[in-house]
Every structure is written in structure tokens, then in C-alpha cells.
């Protein structure tokens, strides 16, 4: 072994990966998940793969979380698959690819039932744009690049991409984004629907995170109700699709959420709340 390599063995076993390189920490009712990996753009091996989708589950699962906000560390959202990993057959650091709840990608099979919204940064391509796809919501800076630039190195989307897109998009505007893995710059996001909001650069993470308060401020039971039925309205004919909505919607009703049950909402809104469609509390 030459030095070199001794240095680039020595720099690999440096690199952030698995729990290093994925962290959480609250905003309040908040949840803000954030992939660390700037030597890599961000880019997900195996371990980070599985430790990013075990804290979207731990979030999920955590009982005063309202929203889980995902984003990247130092001006990237996600550069996609570590294709470093794959080049180096190190089946301890590449992505897995089982057909069970994790994706390759992490989280990209789960349904959560709490909201989630991007907040996206530089690059979110190949990978890391179908981690975009997979939220609720995206909240994208000025300078953000979406794009399938897995094109160019024969890497296939099969973390939700092909499914989710058109879904956003269209189908003929999805077709054009993935077959051509052409660049998508914030504002044509913005205008096909791939982004949510556009905000100033660097100020991504903070509109998601006020986003993320501003929905959860609202009666939850309600709110998740209706994701849900959503969600499910593209998987179902419109028949079942109005009849999840339906059990969805009216199995919300019931439930005492101190404050957000709909018997209080509907005092509230008789009380002159709302008036003139103002929001609550505003």
C-alpha cells in the first residue's frame, strides 16, 4: 500500500456516515432532520441510508412532534446515492436493495402520518431529489438545482422518483426531467410544481421550520386526517378514494385534542374567529 492510499483509507474512515452523519434536533413541536455529509454533498451510503430512516421513524413515532422538517448541511440538500460507496464494493457502506420499508435512500417506502416538509438548499438530484419528492412540502432556495443527473452514470431512480414526479408534475414534465436529466433551476420548480415556496438563499431551513409551526398550530387529528386521504386519493379509483376520505375525515371528528376537537374549532369560529379569512391568532 503507497502512502497515498494510506492517506485515502485514512480520509474514508474520516468520512461522516451511519448516526454521525445524520442529526435531529427540536424546534418545539418540530423535528428538523439534517443529512451531514458536506464532504459528499450529502451524498447517502448504506449506514447513513438506514440511520436517516430511523430518525424519520423516531420522529414519526414521537408523540409532540407535529412536522418533521428534512434538509441538508453546508448549502446541499442531497446529492443522490454515494456513487463513491457503490465504486468502492464495500457492501458495509452501499445502499441496500431489499423490497422492504427502507430504501435505498432511506425512508423513501415509509408513509409517516406526520407532515414533512424539505427544505432544500443547493443540489437535491438523482437521490437526493427523490428525498424532496418523498415530502409533504419543499421549501426551496433561490439557488436549489432538482435534477435526475443519475441519467448520465446509468443509476435508476428507484427510490420513488418515477412514481412520485408525475404525480407532482404531470406525467409529460416528468418524462422531460427524467429522460433528459436536464438541470430544473428554483424558478421552473416553482412554476411546474416541484417547488412549494421559493425563499432567499440560506433561508430555506428557516421558512420550512415557520412553515412547520404554522402547521402546527392547527388541530392535528384533522390535518392528518386529511394527509392521508390525499395521500391514498392517486393509489385508489375516485370511488374508494371519496370513501378513505370519507372514514379518514369523519374519524377525526371525535377525537378531544384539548382545544382542536372540531366541537371547538366550530365555538371559535362562531365566537367571530376567522372572520374575513384571516387565520387564527392573526
Not at 443547493?122 to 436549489?144: K, P, S, T, Y
Amino acid at each position: 500500500m503507497s502512502s497515498d492510499d494510506g492517506a485515502m483509507d485514512a480520509a474514508t474512515a474520516a468520512e461522516p456516515t451511519g448516526s454521525d452523519a445524520v442529526h435531529v434536533r427540536r424546534d418545539g413541536p418540530i423535528a428538523i432532520v439534517t443529512i451531514d455529509r458536506p464532504h459528499r454533498r450529502n451524498a447517502v451510503d448504506g449506514p447513513t441510508a438506514a440511520a436517516l430512516d430511523a430518525a424519520i421513524v423516531a420522529a414519526d413515532e414521537a408523540p409532540d412532534v407535529s412536522v418533521i422538517v428534512l434538509t441538508g448541511a453546508g448549502g446541499t440538500f442531497c446529492a443522490g446515492a454515494d456513487l463513491h460507496a457503490v465504486a468502492s464494493g464495500d457492501p458495509a457502506r452501499m445502499n441496500r436493495l431489499t423490497e422492504d420499508d427502507h430504501g435505498p435512500m432511506g425512508p423513501t417506502r415509509r408513509v409517516v402520518r406526520t407532515p414533512t416538509i424539505a427544505a432544500v438548499e443547493g443540489h437535491a438530484v438523482a437521490g437526493g431529489l427523490e428525498l424532496a419528492l418523498w415530502c409533504d412540502l419543499r421549501i426551496v432556495a433561490q439557488d436549489a438545482v432538482f435534477g435526475v443527473f443519475c441519467r448520465r452514470w446509468g443509476v435508476p431512480l428507484i427510490d420513488g422518483g418515477t412514481v412520485r414526479l408525475p404525480r407532482l408534475v404531470g406525467q409529460g414534465v416528468a418524462l422531460d426531467l427524467i429522460l433528459t436529466g436536464r438541470p430544473v433551476a428554483a424558478d421552473e420548480a416553482l412554476r411546474i410544481g416541484l417547488a412549494t415556496r421559493v425563499v432567499a438563499n440560506g433561508g430555506a431551513l428557516a421558512a420550512a421550520v415557520e412553515l412547520g409551526h404554522q402547521l402546527a398550530a392547527y388541530p392535528q387529528a384533522c390535518m392528518r386526517a386529511d394527509l392521508a386521504a390525499t395521500r391514498a386519493a392517486f393509489d385508489l379509483p375516485l370511488e374508494e378514494a371519496l370513501l378513505v376520505e370519507h372514514r379518514s375525515g369523519t374519524g377525526s371528528i371525535p377525537r378531544d385534542e384539548g382545544g382542536g376537537s372540531l366541537a371547538h374549532g366550530v365555538a371559535r369560529f362562531a365566537a367571530g374567529e376567522g372572520r374575513h379569512g384571516t387565520a387564527p391568532g392573526r
